[in-house]
């Protein structure tokens, strides 16, 4: 029975997020209707990551595994036909391993998360990015988010309703950066991380906010980390603007 790694991409506005549920629409739910288009039968797929309600992808993995042995190319192409019109597609798709596995192969996921500053409502961008409607400042949110760099207990940034065994993580990347645009400030944060605790970069990217808009000094973030309170924590904020990016392997499977 051959297995395919596929690279997923999604709005996740429509979605009650990435896991199966049974009465409300889901990316995997999407996903395994269409393999069930294609061969008959019922369908379970593993990803990298499952992303909550709203939160997007541009670089989601998962695998499946299928009687057929499919040309890689025929696959995708038939997923997408069947995944319409749905707002998610297959952008790549490759044959791997019985032992290759979309969650336990991985070796690091990067998230990106968008905030633009402007006072006017978005159209176009509405529920892909999170609008603020004052200014922030991002040497201070830098300085903050420096202090959560390396290895800690995330106890004050993990949902109250993480089932993640231990709250330690080590944080390898949260890089800030800004860009000026004809109707606003963007502001990009890029996190990277082996792994990631439930709620952990909205969680960030909330405190931080907080930081950029003067309510909350640079060093109040080491004070939030270091007191292991969930109560500690800033606001988390809202899923649009998340997107999982990408998640790396050992050995590329889709190269």
Same mark, same amino acid.
């Not at 997923?8 to 896991?19: C, I, K, S």
């Not at 830098?142 to 202090?147: K, M, R």
């Not at 931080?208 to 060093?219: F, I, K, N, Q, S």
């Given at each position: 029975m051959p297995r395919f790694a596929l690279k997923?991409?999604?709005?996740?506005?429509?979605?009650?997020?990435?896991?199966r549920q049974a009465d409300q629409p889901t990316v995997q739910g999407a996903i395994e209707a &269409?393999?069930?288009? =294609?061969?008959?039968?019922?369908? +379970?797929?593993?990803?990298?990551?499952?992303?909550? #309600?709203?939160?997007?992808?541009?670089?989601?993995?998962?695998?499946?595994?299928?009687?057929?042995?499919w040309e890689p190319f025929r696959l995708m192409e038939a997923l997408?036909?069947?995944?319409?019109?749905?707002?998610?597609?297959i952008v790549d798709c490759a044959e791997v391993s019985d032992e290759w596995h979309a969650r336990f192969s991985a070796v690091e996921r990067r998230y990106l998360f968008k905030l633009i500053c402007r006072r006017a409502p978005l159209t176009f961008d509405k529920g892909t990015m999170w609008r603020i409607n004052h200014a922030l400042d991002?040497?201070?949110?830098?300085?903050? &988010?420096?202090?959560? =760099?390396?290895?800690?207990?995330? +106890?004050?940034?993990?949902?109250?309703?993480?089932? #993640?065994?231990s709250p330690v993580r080590t944080l390898d990347t949260l890089d800030i950066e800004r860009s000026e645009l004809d109707n606003g400030t963007l502001f990009q944060f890029h996190v990277r991380a082996r792994s990631f605790l439930h709620n952990?970069?909205?969680?960030?990217?909330g405190t931080?906010?907080?930081?950029?808009?003067?309510?909350?000094?640079?060093?109040d973030v080491r004070a939030a980390l270091e007191a292991k309170e969930r109560s500690a924590c800033?606001?988390?904020c809202p899923p649009e603007g998340l997107y999982l990016a990408a998640v790396t392997y050992p050995v590329d499977p889709f190269s």
């Open positions: 997923v991409e999604y709005n996740g506005l429509p979605f009650a997020g990435w896991q &269409a393999l069930a288009k =294609l061969e008959p039968g019922e369908h +379970t797929i593993a990803a990298a990551g499952r992303t909550d #309600a709203g939160v997007h992808a541009t670089g989601q993995v998962a695998h499946c595994d299928l009687a057929k042995n997408n036909y069947h995944l319409k019109p749905d707002p998610v597609a991002l040497d201070a949110m830098q300085e903050g &988010a420096n202090h959560l =760099l390396g290895r800690h207990d995330f +106890t004050t940034f993990r949902s109250s309703i993480c089932q #993640a065994d952990q970069v909205r969680s960030f990217v931080l906010e907080r930081v950029g808009a003067g309510a909350w000094e640079p060093d800033g606001p988390v």
